[in-house]
């Protein structure tokens, strides 16, 4: 199965996930590792050239995309070198179509194969992958994607902004909307040209209104 469709992916919307390899001596390697598809359903993957993902990935050519929402493993992959926290061979299993450990007990793997190389100037390169397997264990898969969390908060606190506004308490509608700024410019490099930007867009555009509106009342 190669569908995507399951997993509802946005194209360039970027998702955190598991990135699973081989090391040169066959040990199993994880690490969270942001991940996209673009329009022809290419998976892209863009590790800094110092991570050990890269390496492997640059050498065995494929890997797996482990899919969960369980921060611990994000937590341990991330920080696995740390002598308290330790990444367990049992954790890994083979994957079915590539050469490549993959996670047990998450919702989601993509196994690819990587199809070509690109250089980025900030010590990080992109990796084209192609898809050759995908398997669904859990039907609602949620993927860490940090657009949600931002948009979601941002409305929340465009509605205190409004409340603000209208009492004129300007420090605190201030203090709402550096934050909403700050979100916005989350959204924008995670999910550009996607609702999640819309929804910014309207959110800054109803804000300047109140604004205006409290202005032209005074
Ligand atoms: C949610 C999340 C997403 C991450 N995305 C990336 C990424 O896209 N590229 C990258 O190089 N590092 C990313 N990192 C950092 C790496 O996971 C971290 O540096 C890790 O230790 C690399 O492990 P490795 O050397 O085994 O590859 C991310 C970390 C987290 C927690």
Known sequence: MKDFKKLDLI?????????????????????PMGIKIDKRKNVLISPFTSSQTYKNLDEQKCGVINITTDPLVFLKTAFKENDSIKLLQSWFIEAKCVNAPKLKNVNAHIEFCVIEKEMESNNRARFICKTKFIDVVNQITPIYC?????VIESIIHSTRIKMYIEQKNTEMANRLKKLVYHYYDITKKISPNTVHMEIMD??????DK?????RSES
Request: proline share 5%.
């Open 210 to 214: 109140w604004e205006e509106k409290i």
């Open 11 to 31: 194209p360039n919307v970027i998702y955190e996930t598991i990135v699973s390899t081989y090391n040169k001596n066959n040990t199993p390697n994880a690490a």
């Open 146 to 150: 940090r657009a949600y969390f931002a």
């Open 202 to 207: 309207q959110l800054l555009e109803l804000i």
